[in-house]
């Protein structure tokens, strides 16, 4: 019989942004007094749960994010690259009509192909790094539970192309709230279902940066 395997996809929690920037994969943006508090109660939403891997992207709020939940089940965090934020060419800019990176015309062909996008890394690409990384973690705790920290777009991208939806959408329409929960179950390599939950609280799916 196969065994059941649970891997929770957690958005990272708040992070300490007062630029208001895209931060993209830019080094040292912790998180914020809030985001710790997020994640400390997303530890305690999985305490009692059977989780066997901790798994993070490789950014400092992805890290900080899993540092918790690890340190409860007496865990070591496994970096994972393919967990990473995607790529984007607006990094390090604030992002707006009219107050940002959007006024300047020479940004205007950046956004010549929303679809693919052409501002940053393919969302075909996105869900597939995603797919290997979370068949890493299923594998890792088949028959428990994993825990793979990433980010808001990856996340949603890897849940829109495994309910066969189409890639590019409405970024106001996702449902990945900060340290959110999006849980895919499997038998044994199956995918058999898929939730979400917010353990931490609903937030704002356009607030800058993922």
Same mark, same amino acid.
């Given at each position: 019989? +196969? ?44 305490? @009692? ?7 993070? +992207? ?59 996008? +052409?501002?940053? @890394? ?57 340290? +959110? ?30």
């Amino acid at each position: 019989m +196969s065994a059941r395997t649970l891997v929770h996809l957690l958005r990272h929690g708040e992070v300490h942004n007062p630029g208001g920037v895209l931060y993209g994969r830019l080094p040292g943006f912790r998180l914020a007094e809030n985001g710790r508090a997020q994640a400390e109660t997303v530890a305690k939403a999985l305490a @009692e749960r059977d989780v066997t891997v901790v798994v993070a +992207s490789p950014l400092q709020r992805a890290q900080e994010t899993a540092e918790p939940i690890a340190a409860t089940h007496g865990l070591e965090i496994l970096t994972e690259d393919r967990l990473i934020e995607a790529a984007n060419r607006f990094e390090g800019k604030t992002f707006g009509v009219g107050d940002g990176a959007l006024r300047r015309p020479r940004n205007w062909p950046l956004l010549r192909d929303p679809f693919t996008p +052409s501002w940053g @890394e393919p969302y075909l690409q996105i869900a597939h790094r995603m797919l290997g990384a979370v068949h890493r973690a299923r594998a890792l705790a088949e028959g428990h539970e994993a825990v793979c920290v990433s980010h808001q777009l990856p996340i949603w991208t890897l849940r829109r192309y495994l309910l066969g939806q189409r890639l590019w959408h409405d970024p106001r329409r996702r449902q990945c709230a900060l340290a +959110s929960l999006t849980t895919l179950e499997f038998t044994g390599p199956e995918l058999t279902g898929l939730r979400y939950s917010e353990p931490a609280g609903a937030s704002d799916p356009t607030v800058t940066g993922a």
